[in-house]
């Protein structure tokens, strides 16, 4: 990129960084000391304010880049993530957003440990979550660092290694000083910017083709070097049965990740009442889903316009895919339109990052303090405020995330988003269905659930071709690949809830029957709900 892009997009990511700053400072005059204010922002937001924030929790890094870049780079079976993120929403409306709302305080460890035996049941849902959030943190630190690499020509790995270590740092600013509030308020802002740019962009490449899709679609074909196969299953996930038994495990990881994200499921806490914490995911539904049809038209307007090899060429993982579109929406790189539209996206795309860093971050925090810290103190050490423990543990997830976010720098942001989805359906996902909806579940059960999910999801995502033995692994140099599937959601999620019920079906003690039915009429009625 000439000189031009590059000092007005750095303009406008510090325009963005000075508001979010100053929304930050603002926030942290209300008192943050109780750890409602800091974990629920006081339950005041309005349904419509949390529905924003959800939908700018979950419009991440992934989705703005990263699909775009994957429907640029292989068409039909690029646009399946689009369909997966969204359709992931209807688990959420009917199954968990309501009776979690009524069931918790602040993480998912409350909603299990609401009839079971707390502290085994609590460690475990706490390390579930931290490991879920540290996977998702990564992929936004990679989006983080692509788009600066994007903003200075590709070549300087230190700029970018400085992107994500100033990332990491401005998300522990975030938590540490605002809380729930500031973060809350970061992600209205960010929503309303990232639907702007989106709408945006698809109207100039609607224009572009003077509204005729039929011809966006064939222009895109033509210049992928495919064809027809183009727009058609098979590119991607196709090829053999190893390839489309990894897009049903993707499938399934996207439609049931959403459910157990812990960022996601602590949104549900904001509100004052369980109907609004349904309203609130009416509203992000038509939010998100009005994005990620737009994403749709981005990705194929990418293919057609700037064609696969150049995105290629930009960043292998397709993660630039957006940010040049833009360029070449506006007259081109040494034009003044192009200029100013590639900084104008790459500063929403940026302000995606930061916005979402700062929601996982929280939730992560929050169950380091609320559920591991309060179940492995000693009961006759000296007890410290939560709230200083979550902010201490921000700054500790995000040298993980950092860290991580510089190994995977290659790998495309919606595949690793599609892994902590896996992680999160496999662990997360059965103890809460159990713990909601299964009578006889018991603590044994909760526990050997998550670990009968978590472990084995990790054991094979390090044993995958993500991994090690091909090109584009983390390390290509050596081959401890015994796992054929990049996503381990189609053997890890069965395991899970076959982990939980084997668990409950040998366990010595009996499920607390009076706790069920008071976990029953609480969280089908909201009474006795905080």
């Not at 924003?52 to 993530?81: C, E, N």
């Not at 996503?487 to 668990?503: D, H, K, Q, T």
Request: proline residues 3%.
């Amino acid at each position: 990129m000439m000189g031009d892009h590059q000092n007005l997009a750095l303009l406008l990511f510090g325009v963005f960084v000075a508001v979010t700053l100053a929304i930050t400072t603002w926030a942290s005059r209300h008192r943050q000391g109780s750890a409602e204010e800091f974990y629920a922002g006081g339950r005041l937001f309005s349904p419509m304010e949390n529905g924003f924030a959800i939908a700018g929790d979950y419009m991440s890094a992934a989705s703005f880049l990263g699909i775009s870049g994957l429907i640029a780079l292989f068409g039909y079976d690029g646009l399946l993530y689009s369909v997966g993120f969204l359709v992931a929403w209807l688990v959420v409306l009917f199954l968990v957003a309501e009776l979690v709302r009524n069931c918790g305080r602040f993480t998912l460890g409350d909603v299990v440990a609401a009839r079971m035996k707390e502290r085994p049941v609590r460690i475990a849902a706490g390390t579930s979550s931290v490991t879920v959030s540290v996977l998702y943190l990564v992929a936004q630190m990679v989006g983080a660092g692509s788009l600066v690499g994007l903003l200075l020509g590709g070549t300087s790995g230190a700029a970018q290694t400085w992107t994500v270590i100033g990332v990491g740092a401005l998300m522990v600013i975030y938590v540490s000083m605002g809380g729930m509030r500031a973060t809350t308020w970061i992600q209205i802002v960010k929503a309303v910017l990232l639907m702007g740019g989106a709408i945006a962009l698809t109207v100039l490449v609607l224009v572009h083709f003077h509204g005729d899709f039929n011809q966006l679609l064939r222009t895109a074909a033509d210049r992928s070097g495919h064809g027809d196969r183009f727009l058609v299953p098979g590119l991607k996930y196709g090829g053999d049965w190893t390839a489309r038994l990894d897009f049903i495990s993707l499938a399934l990881a996207l439609v049931l990740g959403t459910a157990g994200l812990p960022h996601i499921l602590t949104r549900f806490y904001t509100v004052p009442t369980a109907r609004a914490a349904r309203r609130s995911v009416v509203w992000s539904i038509g939010l998100i889903g009005s994005f990620y049809l737009m994403t749709i038209v981005l990705g194929f307007g990418a293919a057609a316009l700037v064609g696969p090899d150049a995105v290629r060429g930009s960043n292998a993982a397709g993660n630039t895919a957006v940010p040049l579109l833009a360029l070449d929406l506006g007259g081109g790189a040494d034009s003044t339109g192009g200029t100013v539209l590639f900084a104008i996206v790459a500063a929403i795309a940026f302000a995606t990052i930061l916005a979402v860093v700062a929601g996982i971050t929280l939730a992560s925090s929050a169950s380091v303090a609320h559920d591991l810290y309060a179940s492995l103190r000693r009961r006759n050490a000296k007890p410290r405020s939560e709230v200083a423990v979550a902010r201490v543990a921000a700054a500790g997830i995000g040298v993980v995330a950092i860290g991580l976010g510089l190994l995977a720098r290659d790998l495309n942001v919606a595949f690793l988003v599609g892994l902590a989805f896996a992680v999160a359906a496999s662990a997360n996902l059965p103890v809460l269905l159990y713990s909601l909806f299964w009578r006889n579940f018991t603590t044994r059960g909760a526990v050997w659930s998550v670990y009968g999910g978590l472990l084995p999801a990790l054991a094979l995502v390090a044993l995958s071709p993500v991994v090690s033995g091909g090109p584009q692994s983390l390390f290509p140099g050596v081959d401890f690949q015994y796992f054929p599937l990049e996503n381990p959601g189609l053997v890890s999620i069965p395991l899970g809830f076959l982990a939980g019920w084997l668990g409950t079906v040998t366990s010595r003690d009996e499920a607390d029957e009076a706790k069920h039915a008071e976990t029953e009429v609480r969280s089908l009625t909201g009474a006795g709900a905080v």
